[in-house]
């Protein structure tokens, strides 16, 4: 991908250091949650920061590209403002799913409130092939999707991770934003090797990488993005470097923001990781039949080697299922793929199962894998955030895990944009809004959740200090409506959270 811009090392923009990231040194660019910014009243430090030749990348959360509908029109075209009011060569989103249910379903929305992992399946990945052509479409810069953090398996599924991502670029020609740090997560949390991953997924199609920090409690690494980085995380960072050199790597933190000198300091660290890598003794590249393990890879290798003139094509001979391809030689990397070095989407270019077969790819096919990855997709979501039964084939304790730390990210994104309510309920908001949050799923974004979480409590005629039950209602009054819902009002409101709760 020669047309891939060198970024160098950045920073993640928040409001919250907006005069560190500023006044730290060495800092080549930046990256802002997409969502954050209005295109027209641009904050004064990234209108700064571009003034001096930063390059500022918008970073889409809320697309959800792996979920089972298509990319909300809306959402895509307000991604592609900020790209044009940023001037950015690109814009990022994740590999996952952010909501559920619906039309698809029959059923209610679901928003969780954070990023889940789409299943490494036929149906997953035909789905999300077609999500982001689509957004690619749409945009007015390439586009790179990332790898995120899991705390739970999908059971059945049919892909490595590296298998998945590979697949997906060569499919659709979308770059990747490697999170080295999610792949530590997923080797702490679901046993899979980086390096493995690494050697599978095309590394000459990475944007740019993320590196960031986190915890491990009872054995469960949560990708905290509060946390300094740790020496995991960089050995990620130099196993990746071994393999390319990323146009660009990035130090995120969301919470818990430490001094300038710390940002500094992991700045630096991440700065002479890339470069005793690049010192070390080069990684040999991944041959082309071990790169995904399978016949996926192989297939992918063979349709390669069919589109370049300088591959050799021996009538009768095979490779998996395929006439006409000789086989791959050991160790010997076949030129990619057209798509790879596009940001356009090849949607030409037909899909094959690991036996050789070609899938279907009319809109009835999708459709049909539409409609088995909402049903998936809405139980586990269902019983994450609304306490429904366990799907088949999930480990309940990591559900709990997940449910709990989704909890936990609705509290602290609560707090933050109603910073009010910790102040008029004290140390009982945090438990007060988890027990809300066990059995009333998210409906309309945070800001309604802290609404709607404010109305439950003067339902019940809490908080018990008068006082603070008069500055609650009076909070919710001049953010709600004119006067607190009728008895009659609370009663169906009651009975519709019970009828979900269950």
């Known amino acids: 991908m020669n047309d891939t811009p060198q970024l160098g090392i950045g920073i993640g923009w928040r ?6 990231v500023e006044a730290l040194s060495g800092v080549d660019w930046v990256e802002a949650v997409a969502e954050n910014l209005c295109p027209g009243h641009l904050p004064d430090s990234l209108v700064r920061l571009r003034e001096r030749g930063v390059t500022v990348v918008p970073h889409g959360v809320s697309l959800g590209l792996g979920g089972a509908d298509r990319p909300d029109a809306r959402r895509l075209a307000d991604l592609a ?3 044009e009011a940023l001037g950015s060569p690109l814009v990022t989103e994740h590999i996952a799913f952010v909501r559920a249910g619906g039309a698809l379903t029959a059923s209610p929305v679901l928003e969780a409130g954070h990023l889940l992992p789409v299943p490494r399946t036929r149906d997953a990945l035909h789905v999300l092939c077609e999500n982001i052509r689509i957004a690619q479409e749409s945009l007015p810069v390439p586009l790179a999707v990332e790898n995120i953090a899991a705390l739970i398996c999908w059971p059945d599924e049919e892909m490595s991770e590296g298998q998945f991502l590979a697949e997906l670029v060569e499919r ?10 999610n ?11 980086p390096a493995k991953a690494l050697d599978e997924l095309p590394v000459e199609a990475i944007a740019y990488v993320h590196v960031a920090g986190g915890v491990e409690r009872d054995g469960v690494w949560h990708d905290t993005h509060a946390h300094p980085v740790t020496a995991p995380v960089l050995d990620v960072l130099a196993e990746l470097r071994a393999r390319v050199a990323p146009p660009g790597v990035l130090l995120e933190r969301d919470d818990d923001f430490p001094s300038a000198a710390e940002l500094a300091g992991e700045l630096t660290q991440i700065r002479e990781t890339v470069t005793a890598a690049a010192t070390a003794s080069p990684r040999p590249a991944a041959s082309a039949g071990s790169r995904a393990g399978d016949g996926v890879s192989e297939e992918r290798e063979a349709r390669a080697c069919l589109q370049s003139p300088a591959c050799p094509a021996t009538p009768g001979t095979h490779a998996r299922g395929v006439v006409g391809i000789t086989p791959v030689r050991p160790g010997h990397r076949q030129r990619r793929p057209s798509a790879l070095r596009s940001h356009a989407p090849d949607a030409a270019r037909p899909a094959l199962r690991a036996d050789g077969a070609t899938l279907k790819t009319g809109p009835s096919d999708t459709d049909a894998a539409r409609g088995r990855l909402a049903l ?9 955030v609304a ?11 990591r559900l709990r895990v997940q449910s709990r730390a989704l909890a936990a990210k609705r509290a602290g994104v609560v707090a933050k944009v109603a910073p009010e309510l910790p102040e008029i309920l004290g140390k009982g908001f945090r438990p007060a809004f988890l027990a809300y949050a066990g059995h009333t799923p998210m409906r309309a974004g945070y800001r309604r959740d802290a609404l709607d979480f404010a109305e439950s409590l003067l339902i019940e005629g809490r908080p018990e200090d008068s006082a603070a039950r008069r500055r609650l209602t009076l909070w919710w ?22 009828l979900i709760g269950r």
Request: no cysteine; net charge positive; charged share 30%.
């Open 183 to 193: 792949l530590h997560t997923n080797h702490v949390n679901r046993g899979e090797d």
């Open 15 to 20: 409001p919250e250091i907006a005069d560190t």
């Open 387 to 397: 306490g429904t039964p366990v799907p088949e084939g999930f480990d309940p304790r």
């Open 81 to 83: 403002e900020r790209a």
């Open 477 to 498: 009054r001049e953010r709600a409506a004119a006067r607190p819902p009728r008895r009659a009002t609370r009663l169906v409101r009651v009975a519709r959270a019970a």
């Open 376 to 384: 998936s997709e809405a139980a586990l979501l269902s019983s994450l």
């Open 172 to 181: 659709t020609g979308v770059r990747l934003l490697i999170d080295v740090a």
